[in-house]
């Protein structure tokens, strides 16, 4: 089914080492990266590098509410390699700067 296939996509993505390729996920998934990406487009409307993305933030929007770790500690940890580009795309998603998420969420 549709949701058991997003269900495991999350549940594999969450198991990986954060360095996760889009390479690697299909073959955790067991299928090319263009099926991979044309299941996930249709499933859950976002090509392979923008859900191993959200997924990343998913992860990191937890570590800020529960962790002590600086927003660069947590965007290291979660396989960003740069912490601009971690607060870009964080804001983009959440609508508040990881800072910010994490003193409105503890």
Request: glycine share 2%; with cysteine.
């Amino acid at each position: 089914s549709t949701q058991s296939r997003s269900s495991a996509a999350s549940d594999v993505y969450k198991r990986q080492d954060p360095k996760l390729t889009s390479e690697e996920f299909s073959k955790l998934m067991h299928m090319s990266r263009t099926q991979l990406h044309r299941k996930l487009t249709s499933i859950v409307g976002l090509s392979t590098t923008a859900f191993i993305r959200s997924q990343r933030l998913k992860i990191a929007s937890q570590l800020l509410k529960e962790s002590d770790s600086t927003t660069s500690e947590i965007a290291y940890q979660v396989g960003f390699n740069s912490p601009s580009y971690f607060t870009r795309c964080f804001k983009e998603a959440y609508g508040h700067t990881p800072t910010e998420y994490a003193s409105k969420n503890t």
